[in-house]
């Protein structure tokens, strides 16, 4: 299996017709009143599930978000900044080698899946790590799970 992937500053996460991916958009605003002391910060949630899928279920977006906090905690015990910007070109290379030089610190497993899945092309431009792992997960055609324990990239969600 062969994908390609371009990355660039302006990447956003965007939503993947008729996809079976849960898609989980946080936007962080700052704004201060009293010219910098007292910073007020605002995230806002954004679920989605894909075009023409219809509505989430409660149990979908409960779903969603508990990836997604796992993500983070995984991320944070780790000590791994996701706000580095991330410049890197890759060619023909398997997709766990890129994933151990972007998060070195993280346990990978792979199930149902052969880790070496090649990514064809991947050019990512000044993109912060967490967007840059967000956009492998979303369109690499492999399932991205998070725990404690590292990550488990399978063919399969939720598994």
Sequence with gaps: MKFILLISLALTTSTVIGSDKFT???SERGHSSSGGKDRETEIEIKLSNGL?????STTDKVKALQKHVRFYQLMD???IDLSKPITAAYAEKPLSEILKELIPNIVIKFNGVDPKVTVESMAITQAPLEKVL?????ASGVYF??????LLVSAKPNQ
């Design 52 to 56: 023409g899928n219809g509505p989430m």
């Design 134 to 138: 967000m956009y492998l997960d979303k």
């Design 24 to 26: 989980v958009t946080l």
């Design 77 to 79: 015990s780790k000590k």
């Design 145 to 150: 799970s998070y725990s404690d324990k590292g």
